[in-house]
């Protein structure tokens, strides 16, 4: 795997840094002079990491100038990229550090040293994305597991009733005394009367702090039982990954109960400058979770490209991408008080969505940006998915410094940081006298124009004002069935249906909030955000507002920060008291760990058919992820989701519509309650410090005697136990041979599936719950498990076996065969209408190739390596599409599948394909990248499709049937 000793080709341009630190660095700027100046930031930290990773070997001078040229080469160029570390969540980690353990089987098999195979590059695990809601609410009540029914056989190592774990004696603060005091330290409930709330057992290394004097207080009791169901029911992962942290060099583990791959990414594992042997370069990061984007708020060049990429970055090897447009967006102006960063964020994700960003960098300048804290600009970077935007770049200024001096950053690091930065020009100043960048094009969007929005109510980019949200409503639930519409006819959108929920009645109808969450992602980075839902919920309970108990509520962190300063600034027990308890840290009801709703809303909603809904504060809502009883789903800011949990309903006009009355009868409006943003800004200025960083910091560090008890084995290759239904030796490698052979033609292939536009990884990738009727619950209970002990498929993403039935099991997907949708496919040999995964179970026993048919954007949303993986395993040769996502195209090739693509103007349907035909063709001996290939139907049909490989890298790994192949090889040569 080593590159040829030959030097480094710019050794010339390392200086010492002109203070008192004296650390190295490559002073790029000499190397362009002028042309340097006119890069965008963004393309100034590609070249650096270019200069400073150049060998000749993996990187070459070519690819150096490539990039300095970049106003000739963007859109056309391909060029290797080295980020400075990689970072791994558990649910798209635990495959790829278990293809790394397979992987030293497979060299140990070609005649390797399997103990060669390590990370080369700095690899952070966080492990806290498997958290379900089992329990919630003050009153802890016992909700089952997506699988239904009670605690898995594995949580009995933890039982519920045990003693948690004694806590580590809490640090005291002394009382500041009678004079200052505000009200009393409960234990339960502080700022609600004594002894409001039930007592709970102290977690360990809490950050909670009473309000009123700062003395330590228990966190919610629902934490502490939540993670004790989680570390039983993932008993075997955690041990598997505690293997890897053993075994694996340059692996660090983040201990559960920590936090999220972004959020602790951007709390605690950011260096913005990253040094290494006395070296100073900028701190950049590739991750296999698509939030890694928020660190871009930070100025750290960040973005996710799931595991199959994010291996090789592990193994040595460079990202490769293709020298990216970069879309300059100047801010302007300021918001208005009313509106939140979410809605700065759903308001620039329309501006750049319209503008066309796809694949492209888009980085932020111009006098509004000043205007934006750290945490607005982490919250408008993390959206940047949503648009198609690769990444969203603010480059380090004044106010990036001022905050990492309030999180706790040394002095005299951030001197030396500030030096380098500008030395580098990498430190951005609205008074440079050097200009702006010149940028591929520039788009403009004044602050003051943007409104309070949602978005639904099925698809993310679909943004509704405030106040049209009535209006919106009633048109979506009698536009047809779609993106948008529901179909409800004219004369039963009024309808009710009685709910008896608790011994008290009420009445459920369309538009009805059933689910109403503040998830870990995309807000709880942002105090103020967060701060102003805790602050409306104060004023709502001062004014006898409540939020009926039937509503599915929860408040998931994304980290203890948030429940730190939620707590210390005295607006927690308000949110509790409406129902948002904190349920832990971790992943919950936007990824589908809802949990059901109770039998009783159930049976309502059924009985009505009604068209029901959450709102939640997370970043995705595409049909279905919820459940399938909740068939709309809105994002909001987490002030608009405590809202309309309160008023009950998405059907209401908050202008002219009470969120309910107090008990004198009077109406209280939204307006009546919300807070402004001077009220935010000083309880966000007085509460929110540098102590909640540094309680972070302790608790990465220390971790808890759960995990730090855990056992785990410690030897060379893991042991994989046969029986185990999480951790799997996957079959990726059965047939790896020492050299590739030639791309084999395929002849005589059928369709698995034909698919639209728009089918997304989550129609692909297997997320969520299992269903009882599902392949992979099949596969389960043969092996002696019970629908309790299911999980999810996020949980099982180490098990290749679960997550390959899994592959198309979304209820939501829509196969032209079937003509509605349901995870069903036809086994045209047999005529057979089957699950997916079992049509091409027989396909496989009968030697039948398989392609997928496909749309428009096929593989777009969040990077998934198992939406490649899984069609794999099911047998897929190729897919051919109109278009694709580009994440997903590149996992169709990192692991074997052909990306196929319609000639322009053409489709399946133009050319008058059905899918019941065969399909056969070959590839060139000489295949090169956009090459064009003659496809033969059994109907006699022959048209063209372009093959769909941008540079000679995905020819390669091609060739070798996949990166994977492709890294195994490496290493037998060693």
């Not at 997903?888 to 059905?914: M, R, V």
Request: aromatic content about 8%; hydrophobic content about 40%; proline content about 7%.
């Amino acid at each position: 795997m080593d590159a040829p000793s030959a030097g480094y080709t710019f050794e010339y341009l390392i200086e010492t840094l002109n203070d008192s630190s004296r650390k190295k660095f490559f002073n790029v700027p000499k190397l362009g002079g002028t042309k340097y100046d006119a890069l965008p930031y963004s393309v100034r930290v590609l070249l650096e990491a270019a200069v400073r990773n150049c060998d000749g070997f993996l990187l070459k001078k070519e690819d150096v100038l490539h990039i300095l040229d970049w106003r000739a080469t963007q859109s056309h160029v391909e060029v290797p990229f080295f980020p400075a570390r990689v970072l791994l969540q558990d649910f798209t980690g635990i495959p790829a550090m278990v293809d790394l353990a397979a992987m030293r089987e497979a060299v140990k098999t070609l005649g390797g040293d399997p103990k060669k195979v390590h990370p080369a590059c700095p690899t952070d695990l966080t492990v806290d994305h498997s958290l379900q809601i089992d329990f919630s609410k003050c009153a802890i009540q016992n909700a089952p597991n997506p699988g239904g029914g009670d605690l898995p056989k594995a949580a009995k190592l933890l039982p519920l009733k045990a003693p948690a774990p004694a806590p580590a004696p809490p640090r005291r603060v002394p009382c500041r005394g009678p004079a200052a005091c505000r009200g009393p330290c409960d234990p339960g409930e502080p700022g609600l009367g004594r002894g409001a709330g039930r007592p709970s057992t102290q977690i360990e290394n809490s950050p909670l702090l009473c309000p009123f004097h700062l003395q330590p207080v228990p966190e919610p009791e629902a934490v502490l039982k939540n993670q004790e169901v989680e570390f039983g029911r993932n008993r075997e992962r955690l041990q598997f990954f505690k293997w890897c942290s053993r075994v694996f060099r340059n692996v660090a583990l983040i201990p559960p109960g920590t936090g999220l791959a972004h959020q602790v990414s951007l709390e605690y594992l950011s260096r913005v400058v990253f040094e290494e042997e006395a070296l100073l370069f900028p701190d950049s990061v590739v991750g296999t979770d698509s939030h890694v984007t928020m660190v871009n708020g930070l100025g750290v060049l960040g973005w996710g490209v799931g595991g199959i990429e994010t291996e090789a970055v592990m193994l040595g090897l460079p990202v490769s991408l293709t020298l990216p447009e970069v879309v300059g967006c100047e801010l302007t102006g300021s918001s208005n008080p009313f509106v939140t960063s979410i809605d700065v964020v759903l308001g620039i994700t329309k501006h750049l969505r319209q503008a066309g960003v796809a694949g492209k960098f888009v980085e932020f300048f111009g006098s509004g940006v000043s205007q934006l804290s750290i945490v607005d600009r982490t919250t408008i970077a993390n959206m940047c998915p949503e648009y198609g935007a690769t990444l969203s770049f603010f480059p380090v200024d004044s106010v990036t410094l001022k905050h990492l001096q309030h999180t706790g950053f040394d002095k005299a690091r951030l001197k030396s940081m500030e030096t380098y930065l500008k030395a580098v020009k990498l430190f951005r100043s609205d008074q440079s006298d050097l200009g702006e960048p010149e940028y591929s094009q520039v788009i403009r969007i004044n602050l003051n124009s943007i409104v309070a929005t949602v978005s639904g109510p099925k698809r993310p980019q679909d943004r509704v004002a405030v106040t049209e949200m009535k209006r919106d409503f009633h048109a979506c639930l009698s536009e047809k069935v779609g993106f948008r519409g529901f179909q409800i006819a004219a004369e039963k959108q009024r309808d009710a249906v009685s709910l008896h929920y608790e011994g008290s009645d009420y009445h459920l109808s369309h538009g009805a909030v059933v689910v109403a969450a503040v998830t870990s992602c995309t807000n709880n980075c942002n105090p103020s955000v967060m701060l102003a839902a805790g602050l409306l919920a104060k004023k709502a309970v001062e004014a006898g507002l409540r939020v009926q108990p039937y509503i599915r509520t929860s408040l998931a962190p994304g980290s203890g920060m948030v429940t730190h300063y939620l707590s210390s600034s005295g607006v927690l027990p308000y949110l509790r008291r409406l129902g948002f308890e904190v349920v832990g840290y971790g992943c919950s009801t936007c990824v589908g760990n809802t949990g059901p709703l109770s039998e009783a809303v159930l049976s309502a909603v059924r009985q009505g058919d009604l068209v029901t809904c959450g709102v939640l504060s997370g970043n995705k809502n595409f049909e279905g992820r919820l459940c399938d009883c909740v068939r709309a789903t809105y994002l909001a800011s987490p002030p608009l989701v405590v809202a309309y949990a309160i008023a009950g309903t998405v059907n209401i006009d908050f202008q002219t519509e009470p969120l309910g009355t107090d008990p004198a009868g009077k109406h209280i409006y939204l307006h009546d309650i919300w807070p402004s943003r001077e009220e935010v800004q000083q309880v966000e200025e007085e509460q929110v410090v540098c102590s909640v960083f540094q309680a972070l910091k302790e608790k990465m560090e220390t971790g808890d005697k759960r995990w730090n008890s855990l056992e785990a084995p410690d030897s060379v290759l893991f042991p994989w136990d046969a029986k185990s239904t999480y951790i799997r030796c996957p079959s990726f490698f059965d047939k790896l041979t020492k050299e590739p052979a030639a791309p084999q033609p395929i002849e005589n292939a059928h369709v698995l599936l034909h698919l639209g536009d728009a089918v997304t990884t989550d129609h692909i990738s297997p997320a969520g719950s299992i269903s009882r009727s599902s392949a992979a619950a099949k596969y389960l209970t043969n092996r002696g498990l019970t629908p309790r002990e299911f999980n999810s498929y996020g949980a099982r993403r180490g098990n290749d076996a679960v997550m390959t039935r899994g592959t198309f099991a979304n209820i939501k997907l829509f196969n032209k065969f079937i003509g509605k949708p349901a995870p069903k496919t036809i086994h045209f040999p047999s005529g057979q209408t089957l699950d997916v995964f079992e049509a091409a179970e027989l396909y496989q026993k009968e030697g039948i190739p398989l392609i997928i048919l496909a749309g428009k954007k096929y593989g777009a949303g969040s990077s998934r390596d198992w939406a490649a993986k899984g069609p794999y395993l099911l047998g897929v040769r190729a897919v051919l599409a109109e278009s694709y996502e580009k994440i997903h195209k590149d996992h169709l090739i990192g692991i074997g599948i052909a990306p196929l693509q319609f000639l322009p103007g053409e489709s399946a349907a133009a050319l008058g394909l059905t899918g019941r035909e065969t399909f056969s063709l070959a590839f060139p001996e000489e295949l090169s990248p956009g090459a064009t290939l003659n496809v033969k139907t059994s109907t006699g049909k022959v048209f063209r499709v372009t093959a769909s490989f941008e540079d000679d890298v995905d020819v390669t790994l091609y060739r070798h049937g996949g990166l994977l192949n492709f890294v195994a090889r490496r290493f037998s040569q060693c």
